[in-house]
């Protein structure tokens, strides 16, 4: 069945340096790749996407990359703080079986950014 | 905008008893999306909606679990009965129709089964 991986599961980095977090799908189809942000005890909440027709998208501090070939991508974070510390996911859209809108979850990656 | 809605924030049952969750999605919205997040299997879709016909219900667990969607303002995800392994936060979600877009979460319902 369809399935998003997701490495590391655990990410510890300093203050001001970089975070990266990479994720692989399976369904080919795949067009919607979200990123989610996890504070402790808080709902998920959306921090950036990126559409397959795009390679690259970024937002201030962070930026995802999208390779459709190798089907991966990733979440990269700059300049980290203290207050990106949270769980991070990401996810693929399913198109298989005319499904929209249903997203397939990586399983997180903890991030702690040490002051 | 309110948000996405639901109800109990915290249900606190016994093995055996009935558990209905509920959720209000925000408005103009055609999908929900019922998930459940635990620590060993992480966060899990159990059904979605689209315009409050279920589309998908390939994850719920067993027939223990139920969800209806009478109308485009109004979902409930039941157990029963419950045990002690359905303890987890069931969240839900929604979006607009029309493709893949961004799922809006609500606060949660932390359940815990003794």
């Known amino acids: 069945g369809e399935n998003v991986e997701q490495h590391p599961s655990t990410l510890s980095v300093q203050e001001g340096d970089s975070a990266v977090i990479k994720c692989t799908y399976s369904d080919s189809a795949s067009n919607y790749f979200p990123w989610y942000k996890q504070e402790l005890g808080k709902r998920p909440q959306l921090i950036i996407d990126?559409?397959?027709?795009?390679g690259e998208k970024k937002d201030q501090r962070i930026a995802v990359t999208l390779n459709k070939t190798a089907k991966h991508f990733s979440l990269h974070i700059t300049e980290t703080q203290p207050e990106d510390s949270a769980v991070y996911f990401c996810a693929a859209s399913i198109a298989a079986r005319g499904n929209t809108g249903k997203l397939i979850f990586g399983q997180g990656t903890t991030l702690q950014v040490k002051p | 905008d309110a948000g996405v809605i639901q109800s109990p924030r915290h249900e606190v049952t016994e093995m055996g008893q009935e558990v209905t969750l509920r959720c209000k999605p925000i408005s103009g919205h055609n999908s929900l999306f019922w998930y459940r997040q635990t620590m060993m299997r992480g966060l899990e879709l159990l059904i979605y909606?689209?315009?409050?016909?279920?589309?998908?219900d390939s994850g719920m667990p067993e027939d223990r679990f139920s969800a209806k969607m009478p109308n485009a303002s109004f979902s409930t995800l039941k157990i029963q009965p419950s045990e002690p392994r359905d303890s987890a936060v069931y969240f839900c979600?929604?979006?607009?129709?029309?493709?893949?877009?961004?799922?809006?979460f609500g606060p949660g319902t932390r359940l815990t089964v003794t």
């Open positions: 909606f689209n315009n409050n016909v279920p589309i998908d």
């Open positions: 990126i559409r397959s027709n795009v």
């Open positions: 979600a929604s979006s607009f129709l029309a493709g893949a877009g961004e799922q809006y």
